[in-house]
């Protein structure tokens, strides 16, 4: 991916794209420039970096603590932010007051246009933390300027124990993105490894790798996810579960990846430049390393794109039925569980709609950036 | 023909056997054999249990034999008196549990893949045809928009707008009233009021990839000379269109139920938890929640097997339909 960005975009001088220029541009320069014209893609590529950037930011971003409860603000709903306040120019929510409704007795929030609570941007964090581990910090991006009892900023609401659903979705990113990641990186090794061995060697080999290939097709991916979560001990550290959840998630994965890498290699093995190598004594080894996987790289990066948005439904799926990550770890899926009961979710639908655009949203870029990025893996399809 | 069908039900007996054995490893995962669960159980109910019990079992399940002994005796159970072993957790024998759920979860599947087909390709007609109009447009769109939202949130979602706009809950396969009638017209036009709605969820994230596969192609069809032939002929659009393009496009469409049917299922098991549909996916979350893994295991090897069926039985409609499969 560095190599992408890398490429000098806009400012560069300008190729001419019939000319002599893309007669002698490489392999990364080529696969830019068409995947600048994929306009959706660009697009979609900036928004999955914001999304990963958020993810990585998550303590700083979110204005609270996503495990931190509040039991007076249970199923608060989202607070709207206004920008002014008797007629001067200062953001703030309006403070809930909490009513019980006698009919159908449960607690309702409406908001009191008397009492601003004041918002702003690099305030003081409760507590001082680390950011990514290694910086102390002591200001979080936004959140409330002078922080009184009754006071609360809930712009996705709360859930069943008073939880800002908003710093529990941005720190959900943080497992649920990178599950994806983490996952199409196991994929890659055995992909790359399996597929080769298939399509480089052939005969036997390939036969039963492909075989093998589709059984695992060829059974449905929920059961069999299902039963392998299962079998996970409950009283496993999270870390642990989490890189096992990855592991099966990726089972599946991997298997696209190695058709992929198989049928590049059927295709290159007979090519002059292969053969050449050989000739000069090169060991099969190096060939594969040095020639034929850069030589479909480009190819591979696609798919691995493609196969992070699956990954990711996988956990949300596994998580959401109580068999994946469990509650002390928060991620999309595990936030999707309070949203199990309907009827929970008639009270307070943003439990199920707020981590669902998060799902969706970085589901769909995903889909998009890796159309762009396939059809730009063949560059001389059009561009010449 | 004859030969081509039994050449692909002689492929198929591997993949069956490579089926039974990961079911076999599921089974086997949890810690402890299947007895020390059961043991627990009884244990924590207070129940005393009797020493000669504990050995009968041991024998009947093989479970001092080595695990190759184990598996045998377990698939030989299956194959020759249809013996999935007992779940414990219910105290039934596992095939008392399931036929009747298994049929709910087939026929679920098969009305699925029906609404997915009968949708799928007149949209996909209309966006080949229409190519760049906004019908195609919005078409893609909305494929796209399918293929990224999950099963299980657009069954949340159903339901939610169900129950908040409509004022209806949701929920089962039929009215209270119905569930243990016997069939009757009454029933089966409950059946029909419920089914639709996880039929159409379900079958959403499917929909979307067809519609693509059939658009594309439907447009590599077009734009083939015997298209114009025919139109130079003085042919209607219309009967040119079903007579020749549409026929060919077609043909790649029956190959997809390789994977449709998989995904189908997948997404039958996890909408039904989410619907509470009585159905495979609630037991077998259940089975596995409570590691009863008997039960577990025999529902995943029997969706897979049927998965597996479902996948030779389009593969063989496909060679009916085209001879170049056939005589390939």
Redesign the interface.
């Known amino acids: 991916m560095t190599d992408i960005t890398n490429l000098p975009p806009e400012g560069g001088p300008s190729l001419d794209l019939t000319g002599k220029d893309i007669a002698v541009a490489g392999q990364w320069r080529l696969f830019w420039l068409k995947f600048k014209k994929h306009k959706v893609a660009l697009v979609s590529l900036v928004v999955i970096l914001f999304m990963y950037l958020v993810a990585a930011l998550a303590d700083f971003i979110a204005p609270f603590d996503p495990n931190a409860t509040n039991a007076r603000f249970t199923y608060a709903p989202p607070q709207s932010l206004s920008l002014f306040h008797d007629g001067s120019f200062q953001p703030n929510v309006k403070q809930l007051k909490m009513t019980l409704n006698t009919q159908s007795m449960r607690r309702e929030f409406v908001p009191d246009p008397t009492k601003p609570v004041s918002v702003g941007f690099f305030v003081k964090a409760p507590q001082p933390y680390y950011l990514l581990g290694l910086i102390p910090m002591q200001t979080k991006l936004f959140g409330i300027t002078n922080p009184q009892v009754g006071d609360s900023l809930y712009i996705f609401g709360a859930d069943r124990l008073g939880r800002d659903i908003f710093s529990r979705v941005v720190h959900g990113a943080k497992i649920s993105l990178s599950i994806g990641l983490v996952g199409v990186f196991m994929s890659l090794i055995l992909g790359v490894t399996i597929g080769g061995i298939s399509g480089f060697f052939g005969g036997w080999a390939d036969l039963a790798i492909q075989?093998f290939i589709?059984?695992l097709?060829?059974?449905?991916?929920?059961?069999?996810w299902?039963?392998?979560a299962?079998?996970i001990?409950v009283g496993w550290p999270p870390l642990r579960t989490y890189f096992v959840i990855t592991l099966i998630v990726s089972l599946i994965g991997w298997t696209s990846l190695a058709r992929e890498v198989r049928g590049k290699f059927l295709s290159l093995r007979s090519e002059d430049f292969v053969i050449a190598a050989r000739l000069d004594g090169m060991s099969e080894i190096g060939i594969i390393f040095s020639h034929l996987v850069p030589s479909f790289m480009s190819h591979i990066i696609a798919t691995l794109t493609l196969a992070i948005?699956s990954m990711i439904?996988a956990e949300?799926?596994l998580s959401?039925?109580?068999?994946g990550l469990q509650p002390p770890i928060i991620s999309w899926g595990v936030l999707?569980q309070e949203?199990?009961n309907?009827r929970a979710?008639?009270q307070a639908?943003w439990l199920?709609?707020t981590p669902?655009a998060a799902?969706?949203i970085s589901?769909?870029s995903l889909?998009?950036l890796g159309d762009g990025l396939r059809d730009a893996a063949d560059p001389y399809e059009s561009v010449s | 023909m004859l030969r081509f069908i039994l050449k692909r039900i002689v492929f198929a007996i591997p993949t069956l056997f490579a089926v039974s054995i990961i079911a076999f490893i599921i089974i086997q995962l949890p810690p402890g054999d299947y007895l020390t669960t059961l043991m627990a159980d009884w244990a924590s109910q207070g129940g005393a249990v009797e020493a000669g019990t504990v050995a009968a079992m041991r024998e009947r399940y093989g479970l001092d034999q080595p695990i190759y002994f184990q598996y045998y005796k377990w698939i030989w159970g299956i194959l020759t008196a249809g013996d999935f072993g007992i779940s414990f957790e219910l105290g039934k024998p596992v095939t008392e549990l399931i036929w009747n759920r298994l049929g709910f979860s087939l026929l679920l599947s098969l009305l699925t893949l029906c609404f997915v087909w009968a949708i799928a390709i007149p949209i996909g007609i209309l966006s080949a045809v229409r190519q760049y109009s906004i019908s195609d447009y919005m078409a893609t769109f909305l494929a796209f928009f399918f293929l990224a939202v999950p099963d299980f949130l657009m069954a949340l979602s159903a339901m939610y707008v169900m129950s908040a706009w409509f004022g209806q809950s949701v929920g089962g396969l039929f009215s209270p009233e119905y569930v243990d009638a016997g069939w009757s017209f009454g029933k089966l036009v409950d059946f029909a009021e419920h089914v639709w709605l996880p039929v159409v969820v379900i079958g959403l994230g499917s929909l979307a990839a067809l519609v693509r596969i059939m658009r594309a192609n439907l447009l590599d069809e077009l734009s083939k000379p015997y298209v114009t032939t025919a139109r130079a002929k003085g042919m209607s659009e219309l009967e040119l269109l079903i007579r020749y393009p549409v026929r060919l496009a077609l043909n790649p469409l029956i190959s997809t139920l390789g994977w449709i049917l998989p995904a189908v299922i997948s997404g039958e098991i996890i909408v039904s938890v989410v619907m509470s549909l009585p159905t495979t996916g609630p037991l077998l979350l259940r089975a596995l929640l409570a590691q009863d893994m008997y039960l577990a295991g025999s529902l995943i090897l029997l969706i897979s097997v049927l998965t597996i069926i479902g996948t030779l039985i389009s593969d063989i409609l496909l060679a009916l339909t085209d001879p170049r499969i056939r005589f390939q």
């Open positions: 075989r589709e059984l097709r060829s059974i449905p991916t929920i059961p069999l299902m039963g392998l299962a079998a001990p948005p439904l949300t799926a959401f039925l109580g068999i999707l949203a199990q309907i979710v008639a639908p199920l709609f669902a799902i969706v589901v769909l889909n998009f």
